[in-house]
């Protein structure tokens, strides 16, 4: 009986210590920066939730002036309730901003320009993931909408602000879904199904669109140079939030993503260390002097050879251009 029990116990400690080391290692590198941001505004899309709301969190602590973008008028108010109340800060502000509609955004960067007279700080968080087939009210597939077109174009509107507030960065929120490499993704932009009209797979649409928002930094950084205005994409990591909560509507892998998630939760980041890397984008003195770099875990991530493919980061820039209505 006694050898019984030592065995257990021993099993059971090999088992926690390897819990132990590996939410270490999936909780990945930490912001160091202490820098604060008195009298610098930040605005961030879908602030509501998940990283975006961590997000706020940090900056509001930093002393910035944060600009909380949210599609919900009931959950955005909710967050900012919660932001004031961790940070102690009275200049958290809502503004609704709803991704899939270009009038919407339109309308936010109309409000944003008259209200705030600069923008220190642009972090492009909000977003969709394997989302079933669906249109943004402007015709775009949902993903590649959301997650590309709408930061695209809302950048574009709020861009001659940061320029005039410059030091300034822009921080889109990317993932390591643009780097793979396989049946359901090649790591391409199909410049001729964009919508996903011809064929729809929700993992690839959701992988091209993260591959967009690499192309669009890398681009939107060689445009900037001499501005003072930087931009940084990022992989936050596998994170427990309710981004993939459209998996549960695929058939048979839907009644298992609860369990699993359940089960493997520690193997998940938590919403605080999933905004690390956009905190450190944001913040970090180190990368004043840098501008269209990748990073994961708090450093620099090399991309590979079709995250730097200049015809094909041009094409996207020129494609997206003409689907938001931007003149050239």
């Known amino acids: 009986m006694a050898r019984k029990l030592l065995t257990i116990a021993f099993v059971g400690g090999l088992v926690a210590l390897s819990i132990v080391a590996i939410r270490r290692y999936v909780a990945g590198g930490v912001c160091t920066s202490q820098r604060r941001l008195d009298g610098k505004t930040v605005v961030i899309t879908g602030a509501n939730t998940g990283i975006g709301k961590e997000t706020a969190v ?3 602590r930093r002393g910035a002036r944060v600009i909380a973008c949210s599609r919900s008028k009931e959950r955005g108010e909710a967050a900012v309730r919660e932001i004031k ?3 102690g800060s009275d200049v958290v ?3 609704q901003l709803d991704l899939a509609d270009l009038a919407s955004i339109r309308d936010f960067a109309e409000r944003v320009l008259k209200e705030e007279s600069r923008i220190d700080v642009l972090i492009n968080n909000a977003g969709v993931m394997m989302c079933p087939y669906e249109k943004t009210k402007d015709g775009f597939e949902m993903q590649f909408g959301v997650n590309h077109l709408g930061h695209f174009y809302l950048t574009h509107l709020l861009l001659d602000r940061l320029k005039t507030s410059a030091p300034s960065r822009i921080v889109n929120v990317a993932s390591k879904a643009q780097r793979y490499h396989g049946t359901w993704y090649d790591g391409s932009i199909d410049f001729d199904d964009l919508n996903g009209e011809k064929s729809y797979d929700r993992a690839r649409a959701y992988g091209q669109s993260k591959l967009a928002n690499v ?9 900037l140079n001499g501005t003072r205005v930087t931009a940084y994409s990022l992989h936050p990591g596998a994170i427990l939030t309710e981004l993939p909560r459209h998996l549960e509507n695929i058939p048979v892998l839907g009644y298992l993503v609860k369990p699993l998630l359940f089960v493997f939760s520690f193997a998940l980041k938590t919403p605080f260390e999933g905004a690390q890397t956009s905190i450190c984008c944001a913040v970090d003195e180190r990368l004043e002097n840098v501008s269209g770099r990748y990073y994961s875990d ?3 991530e090399p991309l590979l050879s079709h995250a730097t493919n200049d015809t ?3 094409k996207l820039w020129e494609v997206s251009e003409r689907l938001t209505g931007i003149a050239p």
């Open 58 to 60: 940090d900056m509001a």
């Open 312 to 314: 094909v980061t041009k």
């Open 215 to 223: 192309l669009f930094t890398r681009e939107l950084a060689r445009r």
């Open 93 to 95: 502000v809502l503004q």
């Open 298 to 300: 708090c450093v620099e």
């Open 85 to 87: 109340e961790r940070t």
